[in-house]
Nanobody, 123 residues
Framework: VQLQASGGGLVQAGGSLRLSCAAS????????VGWFRQAPGKEREFVAA????????YYADSVKGRFTISRDNAKNTVYLQMNSLKPEDTAVYYC?????????????????WGQGTLVTVSS
């Protein structure tokens, strides 16, 4: 499966953005999808994940209540709605896919990755 993340940009603190992860491949609906982010000088960290059906979701504590992950399998797309953005949310955001869903995944748990989209939150 091939993934392409989009929707990043520059936003003021308190604002919102919606990221999209578009996938190719007819079996995309079989894959769990996760969002990760990497800020300059920091390791890539888990943000949110969703099961193949969308019934199960997981979030990092730092984004709970502000970010929402969802998917539309008919469109082969997973979304990350980001509200109440903070400067510390600034990072390159990546989507990733794998057949298994993990509640606290590391980047090593995912085999397929998109290219990343930059989110910059100004104070």
């Amino acid at each position: 499966v091939q993934l392409q993340a989009s929707g990043g940009g520059l936003v003021q603190a308190g604002g919102s953005l919606r990221l999209s992860c578009a996938a190719s491949g007819r079996t995309f609906s079989s894959y769990a999808v996760g969002w990760f982010r990497q800020a300059p000088g920091k390791e890539r960290e888990f943000v949110a994940a969703i099961s193949w059906s969308g019934a199960t979701t997981y979030y990092a504590d730092s984004v709970k209540g502000r970010f929402t992950i969802s998917r539309d399998n008919a469109k082969n797309t997973v979304y990350l709605q980001m509200n109440s953005l903070k400067p510390e949310d600034t990072a390159v955001y990546y989507c990733a896919a794998d057949l298994k869903l993990f509640s606290e995944p590391s980047p090593l748990d995912y085999n397929y990755w998109g290219q990343g989209t930059l989110v910059t939150v100004s104070s």
